[in-house]
């Protein structure tokens, strides 16, 4: 029982750490009227993808790098987090990328010929 709570504990550490980088890129946003209100929800999504994400590789993560370095790591996959599903929220916004990444592939597949 006792390491159910301290592995708790340490995804309440790295979603916290999420959660700061995805809500400061929502503020800046917001003040720079990029958007009209802050998007809680988005915010909150984005940062338990990334959360879980980074729980899953985080034995091997703090095997390689420091705690400070990790953290730090936690707040910018954070912000970028924040910004991807900002930017790709819609099936239509994500099938455009899926259409540009083939597109991307058939002209170097293109050129190879």
Excluded: H, P
């Amino acid at each position: 029982m006792e390491v159910f709570f301290i592995e708790l504990i340490f995804f309440i550490f790295i979603y916290l750490f999420c959660f700061l980088g995805a809500l400061s890129k929502d503020l800046v946003d917001t003040f720079l009227n990029k958007i009209q209100e802050i998007l809680f929800i988005k915010i909150m999504i984005s940062s338990l993808a990334v959360t879980i994400l980074l729980y899953g590789f985080s034995d091997k993560l703090l095997a390689s790098i420091s705690l400070k370095l990790f953290i730090a790591l936690c707040y910018t996959m954070g912000l970028i987090s924040f910004e991807v599903l900002v930017k790709y929220s819609s099936i239509k916004e994500i099938g455009a990328l899926v259409e540009e990444v083939y597109r991307i592939k058939w002209n170097k597949d293109k050129d190879k010929g």
